[in-house]
């Protein structure tokens, strides 16, 4: 099947893994740490963003970060969160980001939580995104936040999923990375939603009768340690080959709740993929001295 053809790409997120943690990690040692990562083989490095300090005091460095990263010798593209169009025009003027995120939650809740707007301001904040990102040739990835569910008690089924898809779609996202912020996903709903979102985006015999665009779907999902492996196959089996991981599964939304529900650990995706056949084409040697490295991140 045409699907299975698709290349893996990891999407290695320091940034997820450290938003979260109360005492400020020093900023030569965020830069260490992602150096390293940045020399592992990662397609994409989920290194920062450009929020508000009140909210994401640990981020707050993310322009000291970025200039002091050495992308001399990587393949990896940067990649960096925004919240509303303050942070979308920061993100923009530096050339090294190549990727410029959004969190779009389908949950009225949580998207006024997360970024203090409501959906309707947020389809506005994403067309003005999408056109930043054009005239200074980024990517945009829209994160489909609470895409599996949400403890709100808002709205959500597939056909809501499937909505907002469509309409984020029709706005010019030419990526969209399913999210599961507070770990509600399970292989039963991945297997609902994934394959239908890739069919309807990714697959040319459907897309030569479709309006829509050419879309790549990815996932974001997050997981307690007991959830991570049944979650990883049931993605890769619906044909999902973008995965956001975190080393270790650290980190979480500092937004949610849930202690335990961290990201999906990269090391546990590799074991799979790796099992599966995948060739990965990482620098095995560097992903050590990064897991060494984060015992004093992550203490």
Not at 51 to 71: C, M
Not at 106 to 127: C, M, P
Not at 185 to 201: A, D, G, N, Q, Y
Request: negative net charge; contains cysteine; aromatic residues 8%.
């Amino acid at each position: 099947m045409q699907m299975l053809q698709k290349p893996i790409k990891l999407v290695e997120c320091p940034r997820d893994a450290m938003q979260g943690i109360h005492d400020f990690i020093d900023t030569d040692l965020k830069v260490a740490y992602i150096n390293l990562l940045l020399k592992v083989g990662f397609d994409t490095i989920d290194f920062g963003s450009f929020v508000s300090p009140k909210a994401i005091p640990q981020l707050r460095d993310t322009a000291d970060v970025l200039s002091k990263l050495d992308l001399s010798n990587t393949n990896s593209k940067l990649l960096a969160i925004v919240a509303n169009l303050r942070g979308v025009q920061e993100a923009c003027t530096h050339e090294q980001i190549s990727y410029v995120g959004f969190p779009f939650s389908i949950s009225e809740t949580f998207q006024q939580r997360n970024t203090n707007s409501s959906i309707s301001q947020s389809v506005d904040t994403v067309k003005q995104l999408l056109a930043l990102c054009d005239k200074h040739n980024k990517t945009a990835v829209i994160y489909i936040s609470m895409g599996f569910g949400n403890p709100y008690g808002d709205p959500w089924n597939v056909e809501i999923v499937e909505k907002w898809a469509d309409e984020l779609a029709g706005h010019g996202a030419k990526i969209l990375a399913l999210s599961d912020t507070t770990g509600v996903s399970s292989p039963e709903k991945i297997k609902e939603i994934v394959p239908l979102l890739i069919k309807k985006f990714e697959t040319a015999d459907t897309l030569e009768q479709s309006a829509l665009p050419k879309v790549e779907i990815g996932l974001h999902l997050h997981s307690t340690p007991y959830t991570r492996l049944e979650k990883i196959q049931a993605a890769y089996e619906s044909g999902c080959r973008r995965f956001d991981s975190a080393l270790k599964g650290f980190g979480g939304c500092p937004m949610a709740t849930d202690d335990l529900t961290g990201n999906m650990a990269t090391e546990d995706l590799i074991n799979y993929l790796n099992i599966k056949g995948e060739i990965l084409n990482l620098n095995m040697e560097k992903w050590q001295e990064a897991l060494n490295l984060s015992a004093k991140i992550f203490n």
